[in-house]
């Protein structure tokens, strides 16, 4: 169980084209998601968190009206990359879990490699 | 703040050879998560492990063995007998008492040659 679906697995656009990737908990509800961008060579960092039904959660220096972050039900979330440029392309996972709470895992999905030219 | 530090950043093997990933951490509460991914080149996380603060038994699965020592904060993660195929990056993680948020280290690649 605790199978998340992220789609695309790839994208390749131009400059200006805005990008919406989605992630799905597949067999379980995902009060919580998780939105992570990786540079190559790089660990994963955090974007944002999205709670259902409420607004996401940014980090420090990622931008909201760059990245919007929807999670409008228990078993998707998604990413609209607004107006992508060169420099957006990267690697972007999603995860999800049950709930906030300390002893509930996250579950990824396979990522997104995102590509603009 | 929670902090997590891999040292190695690439290491390199010989095929049947015993490799030890380091993963040292930091963190204030005294209730936390430890994990540990295997990232392929292909790009998914593949969980390997998770293990609470209160439970420092070590843990053997397979080729796969972690050393859990709250006394100086690591939790390594070694391969006997590496494979080609566990050639990847490997991601060391923590989650503490702020939710189930991940903390990662900085990954250390490992290369496997036969």
């Known amino acids: 169980g605790a199978v998340v679906s992220q789609h695309p697995s790839r994208v390749i656009c131009k400059s200006g084209t805005s990008v919406k990737i989605e992630c799905r908990s597949l067999?379980?509800?995902?009060?919580?998601m998780f939105w992570y961008r990786q540079f190559p060579k790089q660990s994963l960092m955090l974007m944002a968190t999205?709670?259902?039904?409420?607004?996401?959660?940014?980090e420090q220096g990622v931008e909201k009206d760059k990245f919007l972050i929807n999670h409008a039900s228990l078993t998707l979330s998604t990413l609209t990359v607004t107006s992508a440029h060169p420099e957006d392309s990267s690697f972007y996972i999603c995860?999800?879990?049950?709930?906030?709470?300390?002893?509930?895992?996250?579950?990824f999905g396979d990522g997104t490699r995102l590509s603009i030219l | 703040a929670q902090k997590v530090t891999q040292a190695q950043t690439e290491i390199s093997v010989v095929e049947k050879e015993d490799v030890t990933l380091d993963c040292v951490y930091e963190?204030?509460?005294?209730?936390?998560?430890l994990f540990w991914y295997k990232q392929p080149p292909s790009g998914e996380l593949v969980f390997l492990i998770r293990?609470?603060?209160?439970?420092?038994q070590n843990e053997i699965s397979g080729r796969y063995s972690w050393n859990f020592q709250k006394s100086t904060s690591s939790f390594n993660f070694t391969i006997t007998a590496s494979q080609v195929v566990d050639s990847a990056v490997y991601f060391c993680a923590l989650s503490a008492n702020a939710g189930n948020m991940l903390t990662f280290g900085g990954g250390t690649r490992l290369m496997v040659k036969p």
């Open positions: 067999d379980f509800q995902a009060t919580t």
């Open positions: 995860s999800a879990s049950r709930s906030r709470g300390l002893n509930q895992p996250q579950h």
């Open positions: 999205s709670n259902e039904g409420s607004k996401a959660t940014y």
């Open positions: 293990r609470n603060s209160f439970d420092e």
């Open positions: 963190t204030r509460d005294t209730t936390y998560y």
